[in-house]
């Protein structure tokens, strides 16, 4: 059975192979936690459910988009594109979701305050890398779900700008079970969602969403040691107690529940556009396919024969003032 035939309607296609991506996403979890569990029971893991997590989703995505879509590299296709430069993109991501921290953490000590700890420990240490890992896979393989394969299927069926809606708000709902979640994290998650889509959109790769994602995670968690979407183990080496107004601060969920992060977010729209001009201009348009209007080329009347155009010959002069006489033959 040929699943990528080109009798199918594309959008009706679109949405089969996304309904497919759906029971991945659900199931999968399952299988690295059996997976992750055979391995470890200590604190890695954590890490190495991530790890096997993205594992099945770009293998399994990977080879949907093969078979399912007929892509030759679906790897590319996905986002994963690995093109000349995609590490600075990623660089350019973290330092833009780093610097959006930057700001809302900035906010909270100068309105409110901050309470900082610090544990310098080798447990310390060892938590600060295993939470490195952890966030840098789990960025992965939320991007690999909300910007990869099954939004680009979303895309196919409906339009860039529904996909990017639709996307968004299953990612902040996606997070409503958190602890200490409320209406104010989800609107912030969605925001969220929205910046790192038109990241992809600009570059048409994960690498800059990535990055971003990344950046502001890790940023937050590690660096900062604020709660993380509701979440404080994280933060190993930094602990950090915000106070101040339930805006500000986002109380027992972190910082991604306050007013001003969705602010920052907001305008992290804009400031995504500005940093990917030049990758927008080179990545961020529809790949041109090499193609033609078919012509019949047979049936038409036979064309006339022109004769050449007469030969011109000089003669000799005519009279004595040296005029030529030219005649046609």
Known sequence: MNFSSTHTHPRLRALRNLAFAIVVVWFAPYVASLAAGGFSSGQWTTPLFVLFLVFLYVIVFG????????????????????????????????????????????AIAVVGSLRVGFDHSAGGWAGFLVNLVTILLASLGEEVVYRGYPFQRLMEA?????AVLIASIVFGVRHAGNPDATPRSIAVTVFAGVVLSVAYLRTRALWLSWGLHF???FSLAAIFGLPMSGFGRYSSLVQT?????????????????????AIVLFAGIWVVVRVTREYAWRYGHPEIIAGGIPVDIGGHPPVTAYPAPAAVAPEKPADESGLVQIQLK
């Open 63 to 106: 080879g949907m988009g093969n078979v399912l879509d007929g892509q030759a590299r679906p790897f590319t296709a996905m986002g994963l594109a690995p093109r000349p430069g995609w590490g600075e993109e990623f660089a350019l991501g973290g330092v833009v979701g780093w610097a959006m921290v930057v700001v809302v953490v900035g």
């Open 241 to 261: 107690r915000a106070r101040g107004p339930l805006w500000l601060t986002g109380g027992g969920y972190g910082p991604e529940a306050s007013l001003t992060a």
């Open 215 to 217: 950046g502001w995670n």
């Open 158 to 162: 409906t339009s860039p700008f529904i």
